[in-house]
């Protein structure tokens, strides 16, 4: 690591596990503070040991992000005071996928998910966006998805909140990009952690023929975007929506 993101502040939601935990420990190893948040205080507690004994700066902060106004507005509250007053980057990464076909979900798992999934991330954005703007600038990261542009069976209430998200993207690089603040998003593609040796493959590389890449991507192909995107070399990029999906969305490969 290069130190691209050193004397940077930056909060990540949902990051005690898999891209949300991967993208933390990337931004600590790359130089800056972070607050790792989500709502398993033992799993928030193990990422940020893990950061500390690497020689990174680390808080964890718990935080229920119901979609409600107050919540996202107190967890950035905390993490401002908790990281000296300013925060640099935002990263929208908490989600939940309740794996429900159409007519299989009721109103309240409907309005659960929209919570999660778009409300909160917009109530966080428009808390911290604004104090970026006022200290000079930062970015906000926000996290898509393959499937808001490949419809995919069992789909349909998850990628429109991630379509959402990927359309608040560009809208919020308009609103807050002439303020300093640069808002991109990752779309990832089939994403599954590391399979441990000698275990069966995982269900998602079927997904995932007829792609260049071929197989599911980790976890660390999207801390290596997010990273990107944070730091300065960055610097021209507004409201790109960033496909780290091993082709599955833009390629077809005809096998011979």
Do not use: C
Not at 165 to 174: G, I, K, N, V
Not at 202 to 209: I, L
């Amino acid at each position: 690591m290069n130190g691209r993101l050193r004397d940077k502040t930056a909060l990540i939601t949902g990051s005690t596990s898999n891209i949300g935990r991967a993208i933390a420990e990337a931004f600590a190893a790359e130089g800056a503070h972070v607050i790792v948040s989500g709502r398993d205080r033992g799993r928030g507690t193990e990422v940020v040991e893990g950061i500390r004994a690497a020689g990174g700066r680390a808080d964890f902060l718990a935080a229920d992000l119901d979609g409600s106004a107050q919540a996202s507005r107190d967890l950035a509250e905390r993490a401002r005071a908790a990281l000296g007053g300013r925060i640099d980057v935002l990263v929208n990464n908490a989600g939940v996928y309740p794996g429900l076909d159409t007519a299989g979900t009721d109103e309240k798992t409907f309005d659960q998910v929209y919570g999660v999934n778009v409300k909160a991330p917009f109530f966080l954005t428009a808390a911290v966006a604004p104090w970026m703007a006022e200290s000079g600038g930062g970015a906000v990261i926000n996290l898509g998805s393959w499937i808001a542009r490949l419809g995919v069976p069992l789909g349909a209430l998850y990628s429109s909140t991630k379509g959402a998200m990927e359309t608040l993207t560009r809208a919020w690089a308009s609103e807050f990009g002439p303020r300093g603040v640069r808002v991109n998003a990752v779309s990832p593609g089939v994403i599954q952690p590391p399979a441990a040796p000698g275990a069966e493959p995982h269900p998602g590389e079927v997904m995932m023929k007829g792609t260049p890449a071929g197989t599911v991507g980790t976890p660390e192909a999207i801390a290596g975007a997010a990273v990107w995107l944070a730091s300065d070399e960055a610097a021209f990029v507004h409201g790109a929506v960033v496909d780290v999906d091993g082709g599955r969305t833009g390629v077809a490969v005809i096998a011979a």
